[in-house]
């Protein structure tokens, strides 16, 4: 089955070895590396001091004095961003904003002007703000992997058909804390860094890189010409360690692998690899095993490079930097080189070639681009010459369901003890969660974990054995897992900022390990052995929809019949389960207190319809239709710059209302018009939204109560706190206990609701019975909303 | 029990009893297959190694039950090393445990087969289905600082970077192979579970790339690196501490068959270590009285001729206060001096697999 051809149409990166493509690619080819000694007299305390920084000047040069107060992630990536729709032309006015979507890789919380931590989709809102793109918005963090990760989902997304255009690219600065972590790992190079020859160590680099996907079809349609197809990309986790790779390399291999069977292609295709090339021991070790398990005997005539050894390791931004570098050489049948490349010296792969030192001319039709990642997270991008436009085939729809519920809340661990507290009206809002009682996980792995990672790993294990796949181990192979989170693990984060603090040479390393937002996920593929595609979502409150939107792509494409959905999100100030009198957040109320923040992680299997009954399953529900819009205001663009993250309350209101719209549209048929119009079923039983208590729940009650007609509405926010990505999941996982078992958590405290009759909520605990469709909300306020639409079978 | 492999092992081969298994002490001599495992890579005939599966809803329970370190979620990727204990804490047998998808497969030390089978059997309660495989299935073994190449060559070059107790269900001409990353000695390890009717075949195939090694020659090397062998130094009311088998035992498990004992001991403290000494004149007996300044202070519970230092190792289970490295000690008239672990670097930990 051939399906629509995607092509990249603009490049734009900053990094290093150059301010824009151009240069970017005069450097790549003429050797001029741009490793050069920190400049920032702070890394004068860390012995390793090279480091690929981008000049100031190449930054404020071509942004508008508007962008001047923006913080230094954002300037990087608003450079690369209109780089890359400058040179594809096309705008979002012409392309239509709501068609044109931006995917974000980014590894690091990055500091907002003033220092402080921002959110981590803060850098991708500004930048679609700017250019008003209203499109599909995913933030990936798949460490040092994300770059090309979000290369992939973006070609999903035009698959998929909710854009037509997607800004994908990748965003890292350098930043202290960072350079202190690798410096404590050991993993720094004292100089430029050799990858392939004398493997020492790396270097880390700031940059921003963004590619533009469109359709083959619309984009020749506009006179645009394609630099690259999209052909392929696979996704794959080592579950072996959080730092090391897997030293078979058979998680990169298998990444490859399923790469280039997206693409339809075969190893015998390849011409020029794009290594990861960190330029670690360990890194270079295990991706030479990976060319000879995927090319066999033909590893050695297969040239493979890497341009890490210009610019650094830009952690999220490398796989877009290596992906702009990857369309180059193909536009220009011309291999990057590895410089710094020691050819005289005891390489540790010396049947391979990695292109020493001199740019190789030779004819490239296709690339494969590899990066791996903390956490055992892998990538693979295949790149063809774009060929002609082609008969194509739209991605099927497939029907998948919901099979196993693992909620870990302050209201209860375990389906039964979180029906039990929404039947007997129990709050747990600012409560922890409770991992007593049981094992979830193998103790020697148990007690290396922090307690996010606990949490997801329990609210995992949970819904495997509440789904009740038995699945052998050769099928776990294959087993998807998407992780959510808001910010990842504050235990981790904070617990190492306070060390650096302290004295940046002693970092608690454990702690950096953790400090990815990927690591937990990581550690739950590596306590449950799934080795399938797997990626992180850090969209705030909204994660989890969208990592739910991941799962049904991946079903739908055929990539994977079981997927994991897994969010967590933690804060430090939690009580214990026996504590009385905590404040309770009254979703809805005009009265309520305000929000109470929790830790909770929720996982739930999605699966197959066709897996699930094959195996004589037990859905809870089936999804129906997903819809996620954002709340930025339309105006906040570069004609009228606005910098405030706090959301508009008629923006978030037409955000709600938008969400439910596309889930109710996509519910209704194949047609993808998210008109008002196409909600004409838009009925269901419950909808579960993302209130937390505070005044903006009175602007999702009002949108909700006129979207979905006759719906009670209720709210998880009493029962669990706001838990950020995990309240999504949440939210999710209750709507799915509403369709099988008619239950539903009750809104006790609500006497005045902020928007309707009281006789619209749901204040009583229980149902009649279940219902035949409940929706569910997910909220990153002033960034996405997201509501998923689930019905019985 | 003889080894499947006999018709295979070369005329020379000298056999050895080794509790219900007859087994190959060596095939040429100690010296030249010490070298071979220490320096390039050894075929092991482990065929003396019961094999030991249980199946049944209750597999798991029942394992978690029996054995000392946590099994509950040992996947059919992983293996562990572990001891069955009985109810006095002591050390019944130390087998490699091997997740299986229906269960567990036990495999156990040299020559204890049938005591471990007696075990699981006489602590069934769970009503688990215990089947002892050792009629159809045996055990290869590869070590030495170059066996990760024959596994290259032999089967496939994927399988010889695997981490350390990893698992791969996997092919050979045919047969179904269970292939683990495991060692014994210190060196690069591997074990292959085969067919009976294919063990000639592997063997010889693996004889292309290797040299057979016998059990001489692999006791010798696991007692260089202080890897225990039960047969050796599992003796009459030793607790799992005194011989310094604490790390096979994982004491915040709940429940197992043994734990309180073993609570016990580490509570007690006092008691008895086990230390390795080397040096003096010959090779002392076991049970040879151990002097420090007049004093008795041990016994010698197991010693050889070490080839790689040249000289006497043994190990002295002596009064805790004086298990520690650096000592003059008198043993059998002659001094010797006591050890860190290991007593000889393996070469493997500084040749990496490519």
Redesign the interface.
């Known amino acids: 089955m051939a399906l629509r051809p995607v092509v990249v149409t603009g490049l734009g990166i900053i990094c290093a070895a150059g301010r824009d493509p151009a240069e970017f690619w005069q450097r790549l080819t003429t050797g001029q590396g741009g490793l050069t000694p920190v400049e920032d007299e702070a890394f004068a305390v860390f012995t390793a001091r090279h480091a690929g920084q981008v000049p100031d000047e190449w930054i404020a040069d071509q942004l508008p004095g508007s962008d001047a107060d923006l913080d230094r992630t954002a300037r990087l990536a608003l450079v690369a961003a209109r780089q890359a729709v400058g040179m594809a032309g096309l705008t979002a006015a012409e392309a239509g904003a709501e068609r044109f979507g931006i995917i974000l890789g980014k590894c690091q919380a990055t500091p907002d002007a003033a220092g402080r931590y921002q959110p981590m989709h803060r850098t991708q809102d500004v930048v679609a703000e700017r250019l008003g793109l209203r499109g599909p918005r995913i933030l990936v963090s798949t460490a040092c992997a994300a770059g090309g990760n979000a290369v992939g989902l973006a070609k999903d997304k035009i698959l998929t058909g909710e854009a037509d255009a997607v800004l994908a690219g990748g965003v890292d600065p350098l930043l202290f804390g960072t350079y202190a972590g690798f410096a404590g790992l050991q993993a720094l190079s004292t100089g430029p860094c050799r990858p392939y020859s004398h493997s020492d160590g790396l270097n880390l680099g700031e940059g921003a890189a963004f590619l533009l996907l469109e359709p083959l079809d619309l984009a020749l349609a506009r006179g645009a010409v394609p630099l690259a197809e999209v052909a392929g990309y696979g996704l794959s986790a080592d579950a072996y360690h959080a730092t090391a790779p897997d030293p078979t390399g058979r998680g990169g291999a298998s990444a490859v692998r399923r790469a280039l069977a997206d693409a339809g292609l075969t190893p015998g295709d390849v011409q020029y690899v794009s290594g990861h090339g960190t330029g670690t021991p360990a890194n270079d070790a295990m991706e030479a095993k990976v060319m000879r398990l995927v090319f066999g005997e033909r590893a050695g005539q297969v040239p493979t490079s890497s341009i890490k050894s210009f610019v650094g390791h830009t952690l999220g931004a490398a796989g877009a930097v290596e992906a702009v570098a990857s369309v180059l050489a193909l536009r220009h049948a011309t291999a990057p080189p590895t410089i710094g490349f020691d050819e005289d010296g005891q390489g540790r792969a010396g049947d391979l070639d990695f292109v020493p030192n001199m740019a190789r001319p030779m004819p490239i039709g296709t690339v494969v681009s590899n990066n791996y990642a903390f956490g055992g997270n892998n990538v693979s991008l295949v790149l063809t010459t774009p060929g002609e436009p082609r008969p194509y085939e739209e991605l099927p729809r497939r029907d998948a369901v919901i099979t196993g519920l693992g909620p870990v809340t302050g209201a209860g661990t375990g389906v039964a003890e979180l029906t039990e507290a929404v039947l007997a009206g129990r709050h747990g809002a600012g409560r922890g969660p409770s991992l007593e009682g049981r094992t979830f996980a193998p103790r020697s792995l148990w007690r290396h974990m922090n307690h996010l990672s606990r949490l997801a790993i329990a609210a995992s294990r949970l819904a495997w054995e509440d789904s009740g796949l038995k699945l052998p181990r050769k099928d776990l192979d294959d087993v998807a897992l998407i992780f959510a989170t808001g910010a990842g693990s504050a235990e981790s984060t904070g617990g190492f900022d306070e060390s650096i603090a302290v004295n940046p040479n002693k970092p608690a390393v454990l702690s950096f390990s953790n400090v990815v937002l990927n690591a937990t996920g990581g550690a739950v593929c590596q306590t449950l052995g799934l080795r399938g595609p797997t990626t992180t979502i850090c969209n705030g409150g909204a994660s989890a929809s969208i990592a739910l939107d991941c799962a049904l792509e991946l079903i739908r494409s055929g990539k994977a019949e079981v997927v994991l959905v897994v969010a967590a999100d933690e804060t430090t100030g939690t009580a214990a389960l026996d504590t009385e009198d905590l404040p309770v957040p009254s979703p809805y109320d005009s009265g309520s207190a305000g929000a109470v923040r929790g830790s909770a992680a929720v996982a739930f299997v999605v699966e197959s319809a066709e897996h699930c009954a094959a195996r004589d399953g037990r859905p809870y529900a089936k999804v129906l239709g997903t819809g996620h819009a954002n709340g930025d205001a339309a105006p906040h663009t570069d004609a009228a710059p606005h910098t405030d993250a706090a959301p508009h309350a008629d923006a978030d209101a037409d955000a709600v209302a938008r969400s439910i719209a596309r889930a109710f549209a996509v519910a209704s048929g194949p047609t993808t018009a998210a008109t008002p119009a196409a909600a004409s079923g838009a009925v269901a039983g419950l909808v579960v939204g993302a209130a937390d208590g505070t005044a903006g729940d009175g602007t999702e009650a009002a949108a909700v109560l006129a979207g979905a007609s006759g719906a009670r509405l209720t709210a998880s926010t009493a029962l669990a706190g706001d838990c950020q990505a995990a309240s999504g999941a949440l939210n999710i996982a209750l709507a799915a206990l509403a369709v099988r078992d008619g239950v539903a958590p009750a809104l006790t405290g609500l006497a005045a609701p902020r928007a309707g009759d009281l006789a619209a909520y749901v204040t009583k605990p229980g149902l009649d019975g279940p219902v035949d469709r409940a929706m569910a909300l997910t909220a990153a306020p002033g960034s996405v909303r997201g509501a998923v639409l689930l019905g019985a079978q | 029990m003889a080894s499947v492999l006999a018709s295979a092992h070369p005329q020379q081969t000298v056999y050895g009893q080794v509790g219900d298994a007859t087994v190959p002490l060596r095939f040429s001599s100690l010296d030249e297959e010490y070298k071979v495992l220490r320096e390039r890579a050894a075929v092991l005939d482990l065929g003396g190694h019961g094999l030991i599966e249980i199946t049944g809803p209750d597999a798991v329970a029942f394992a978690q039950r029996v054995l000392a370190r ?1 099994v ?6 992983r293996c562990m090393m572990t001891l069955l204990l009985d109810a006095d804490g002591q050390v019944v047998d130390q087998v490699l445990a091997f997740g299986r ?1 229906d269960g567990l497969l036990l495999e156990s030390s040299c020559g204890a087969g049938g005591r471990l089978l007696a075990h699981l059997q006489a602590n069934n309660d769970e009503g688990v289905e215990i089947t002892d495989r050792s009629g159809d299935l045996t055990v290869l073994g590869l070590e030495g600082p170059y066996a990760w190449g024959v596994v290259g060559r032999l089967i496939d ?7 350390f107790e990893s698992v791969v ?1 996997t092919t050979w001409n045919g047969a179904d192979v269970v292939f683990a990353r495991t060692g014994f000695t210190g060196e690069y390890g591997y074990q292959m579970i085969v067919p009976v009717e294919h063990a000639a075949d592997l063997w010889r195939q693996s004889l292309e790339h290797a040299q057979a090694a016998g059990q001489e020659a692999l006791e010798l090397a696991m007692l260089e690196v202080r890897q225990p062998i039960p047969r050796h130094e599992v003796t009459e009311g030793a607790t799992v501490v005194e011989i310094g088998a604490n790390w096979l035992v ?1 004491v ?2 709940d429940e197992f068959v043994g734990r309180e004992a073993v609570l016990a001991a580490f509570e007690a403290g006092g008691g008895r270590r086990t230390i390795g000494f080397s040096g003096g004149e010959g090779v002392p007996a076991p049970g040879t009285r151990v002097w420090v300044n007049g004093q008795d202070i041990g016994e010698v519970v197991h010693a050889v001729h070490s080839v790689g230092l040249g000289a006497t190792l043994g190990l002295a289970r002596v009064d805790h206060d004086l298990a520690a490295a650096g000592l003059e000690l008198t043993v059998g008239g002659t001094e010797v001096t006591t050890l860190t672990s290991p007593y000889i670097v393996p070469k493997s930990w500084s040749i ?3």
């Open positions: 946590d509950e979620y040992l996947t059919s990727d998808e070059a994927e399988l010889a970077s695997l981490p269900d994982d915040t498990k990496p697999i490519i």
